[in-house]
């Protein structure tokens, strides 16, 4: 039986169907990849002889040449990654400062600082005040109003892709940031908790988190 395996085996020629640039789990960065499909053969002495049907499709890194299901290209990138983290925390800082007083001077202040530490490194507070009575002007919200069925849906495109990919500190983080914002300028304003409670919804936090960290962050001296 030992000889017999020696001389029958099964042999994969493997077809590239795409590429692209994916997160390798193997090297832990980023990395070029080929998508493969593979046709299997039973080999006999090493001669591929019957077909064995199909196999695949795999994803092949280009650098440590290791082969994964596809589910790994759901995975961002760390370039993309950054980018879907930077927008959420640029979404969020809006929807505070649209919720609050009119560009109150201490949660522009507040706002533009998590936004910069985000990755939007040219932020301003005058950036920010212009973006947020163009977004007023433009939709006709109301500053101070309650989160609208627009705004809750701009909050859930740039925080529903991110959430899965965040560990628990992440998510408190974006909501930790859009708290700091809404106390910048005094105590929670009801819409201001409106919001932040859709915020904490989008990034997939149950409501006594949320509640647990507002408390915390308004006990915390700024």
């Known amino acids: 039986m030992t000889r017999l395996n020696r001389v029958l085996g099964t042999r994969t020629a493997w077809t590239p169907v795409g590429d692209g640039e994916f997160f390798c789990p193997g090297c832990g960065g980023d990395r070029n990849y080929q998508r493969l499909v593979g046709r299997r053969r039973l080999t006999l002495a090493g001669v591929p002889l019957v077909p064995r049907g199909e196999t695949g499709p795999v994803v092949e890194c280009a650098a440590c040449r290791h082969h994964y299901g596809t589910e790994v290209l759901d995975h961002p990138t760390t370039t993309r990654f950054s980018a879907m983290l930077r927008?959420?925390?640029?979404?969020?800082?809006l929807a505070v400062l649209a919720a609050g007083a009119p560009c109150a001077p201490a949660a522009l202040s507040t706002a533009a600082g998590a936004v910069r530490s985000a990755g939007f490194d040219d932020c301003t507070m005058d950036t920010l005040g212009a973006l947020v009575e163009a977004l007023a002007a433009d939709t006709g919200r109301v500053f101070g109003e309650p989160c609208g069925p627009g705004l809750a849906i701009e909050l859930h495109e740039a925080l529903d892709p991110l959430a899965p990919h965040l560990a628990a500190p992440g998510r408190e983080t974006i909501l930790l940031h859009g708290a700091r914002i809404a106390l910048a300028d005094g105590p929670y304003t009801p819409a201001e908790r409106d919001v932040l409670s859709t915020v904490g919804a989008?990034?997939?936090?149950?409501?006594?988190?949320?509640?647990?960290?507002l408390l915390a962050a308004a006990r915390t001296p700024s």
């Open 87 to 93: 927008d959420a925390v640029h979404t969020v800082a």
């Open 202 to 213: 989008a990034l997939t936090m149950t409501s006594d988190d949320v509640t647990r960290l």
